[in-house]
């Protein structure tokens, strides 16, 4: 493993990123205790030594998809302002929308994990405990009351998301953060005026 500060060659991140998505895309088909260094080399398309370059084990790569998922939240509502992003609820899901993009396969894969419910509720509960980070002092509620308002949007908006990658994906990824944002921030108003529009069927 890399120290901390120091850069990362192009290889050696090629094939983190192999081995990353090789366990991501196998948590998604199957139990973690049915998983193997072996099958995950193997869908890598390395072989064992390699992988033993890089990782004690496989729970040393379960550690580095959880700092990931971490990072992808804090990216996202780093910048996050309730006030500010009224007027343009959309800006936070472009975040969203552009670091999904940066790796389609791997976050497609955790968001498909049902056959690891209990690695899945982790990893959401680490999104959630980011967001509560960011929002609770904005939002100036007993905490529980914020707890519910982001229960209940975070498991909505994450579900979107996982119906999205298990479907035909016959919309964007863009139209799908477009309506989420409207539905997030101002609810079903927002489709309701919408078509109370003049002019509108």
Request: hydrophobic fraction near 40%; avoid cysteine; aromatic fraction near 8%.
């Amino acid at each position: 493993m890399q120290e901390s500060g120091k850069s990362v060659d192009p290889r050696t991140k090629r094939t983190k990123r192999a081995i990353r998505n090789a366990l991501a895309g196998l948590l998604a088909e199957r139990d973690l205790n049915a998983i193997t260094i072996r099958d995950v080399a193997a869908r890598a398309e390395i072989n064992r030594k390699t992988f033993y370059n890089y990782y004690g084990g496989i729970h040393q790569v379960l550690d580095e998809i959880e700092n990931e998922v971490v990072a992808m939240a804090e990216t996202v509502f780093a910048d996050l302002d309730l006030k500010r992003d009224m007027e343009n609820p959309y800006a936070i899901f472009q975040k969203i929308t552009a670091v999904i993009n940066t790796d389609m396969d791997f976050y497609g894969h955790l968001l498909s994990m049902t056959e690891n419910a209990g690695l899945s509720a982790k990893l959401t509960a680490l999104l959630k405990e980011k967001a509560r980070e960011a929002l609770a002092p904005q939002l100036k509620l007993e905490s529980g009351t914020v707890n519910v308002i982001l229960d209940y949007s975070l498991s909505g908006l994450i579900g979107v998301y996982q119906n999205w990658f298990n479907s035909d994906r016959r919309g964007s990824i863009e139209e799908i953060s477009r309506t989420v944002s409207d539905l997030f921030f101002r609810g079903f108003n927002a489709f309701l005026e919408e078509r109370e529009e003049p002019g509108k069927p």
